[in-house]
């Protein structure tokens, strides 16, 4: 089993708690890269069609890197 902390980069300030994270983690562990959703460029529409029932919301930046940074992991 392997633990990851999915940190953002640019989140300085929040370093120190990913890196306490990884010190308490009772399996190995490693931070891996999040995916900034402010770099992505997306709309925010989820694709008609794709989820029943419909996704009725436009997806913030901040929710389009974390699903995309958890679907990395």
Do not use: C, N
């Not at 770099?39 to 009725?56: D, I, M, S």
Request: a positive charge; glycine letters at 10%.
């Amino acid at each position: 089993m392997k633990t990851f902390v999915i940190h953002l980069a640019r989140a300085t300030a929040r370093r120190t708690q990913a890196d306490r994270l990884l010190a308490q983690a009772p399996f190995p562990a490693e931070i891996l890269d999040a995916v900034d959703g402010t770099a992505h460029g997306g709309t925010g529409r989820v694709r008609p069609g794709l989820y029943a029932p419909p996704y009725p919301f436009r997806l913030t930046q901040g929710e389009i890197g974390v699903f995309l940074s958890h679907r990395m992991a």
